[in-house]
């Protein structure tokens, strides 16, 4: 079973910036791609980037410009630096991969971390 581990939430300010990490338990390289949602207040959880197995990114238009994903295979690790933060993006970002395709398609979460940013 694939375990995603987050962790680099945190209070900060607004203008800010803080950089998510995400731990996979297997190699990343398995993963058509990986990417970062979020939930912020009275939302759904949404998309923010995904980065796939060829290395392309994808960022939602909210984030680009300030934010930016980026992946280390050797360390099963893959990244979402965030800057110049404000506060509609205070939420709880999650951890996102998917592997295979049909039938054999799965994908995996991880619980989330925390990211507070006062105005």
């Known amino acids: 079973q694939v375990q995603l581990v987050e962790s680099g939430g945190g209070l900060v300010q607004a203008g800010g910036s803080l950089r998510l990490s995400c731990a996979a338990s297997?190699?990343?390289?398995?993963?058509?791609?990986m990417g970062w949602y979020r939930r912020t207040a009275g939302e759904q959880r949404e998309l923010v980037a995904f980065?796939?197995?060829?290395?392309?990114?994808y960022l939602e238009d909210f984030a680009k410009g300030r934010f930016s994903i980026s992946k280390d295979s050797y360390k099963n690790l893959i990244y979402l630096q965030m800057n110049s933060l404000k506060s509609e993006d205070t939420g709880v970002y999650y951890c996102?991969?998917?592997?295979?395709?049909?039938?054999?398609?799965?994908?995996?979460w991880g619980q989330g971390t925390q990211v507070t940013v006062s105005s």
């Open positions: 996102n991969a998917e592997r295979g395709a049909g039938a054999k398609r799965s994908e995996y």
């Open positions: 297997g190699s990343i390289i398995e993963f058509n791609h």
């Open positions: 980065i796939t197995s060829a290395g392309i990114e």
